[in-house]
């Protein structure tokens, strides 16, 4: 559990990306057969992991985040290098020019690969009520 005052820090896959809009709509079978050959890695150097997106978008971390008791600090997004065209000049050319583009235009933002977030658990105020007084005081 995190403290009060502490600083969550993370990122994670964004929704809207290319790769995560092809895995979404493709069965893990797929991905255990396609993503290191890709990536021009060994088949036994990594297995992907099954899916979930439930918290890849600005709009639902947004919306979620504070429902669980965080103030949002800094939302950003990157696109990171594009390995997934590593087996394929060609693809790895496009990839990079799509990873370029990106970059280059802030209207693209919302489409890189992945969204970073800073979000703060704020200090909670334990308010009790003196019993001679009826006063209010903060204690914490």
Not at 32 to 54: E, K
Not at 118 to 127: D, G
């Amino acid at each position: 559990m995190l403290s009060d005052g502490g600083i969550l820090i993370f990122r994670t896959p964004n929704a809207y990306h290319y790769v995560s809009a092809i895995a979404r709509i493709t069965p893990y079978w797929f991905h255990r057969l396609f993503a290191n050959r890709l990536r021009g890695i060994p088949a036994d150097q990594s297995v992907p992991h099954p899916t979930f997106y439930r918290f890849n978008t600005a709009r639902r971390i947004r919306r979620m985040l504070p429902a669980a008791g965080f103030s949002l600090i800094r939302l950003d997004f990157i696109e990171s290098n594009p390995s997934y065209g590593m087996a394929s000049r060609l693809l790895f050319l496009t990839f990079m020019g799509y990873e370029r583009v990106a970059n280059m235009l802030p209207r693209l933002a919302w489409l890189r690969s992945n969204v970073l977030c800073v979000a703060i658990k704020p200090a909670q105020q334990n308010l009790t009520r003196t019993p001679a007084s009826g006063n209010t005081m903060g204690n914490g």
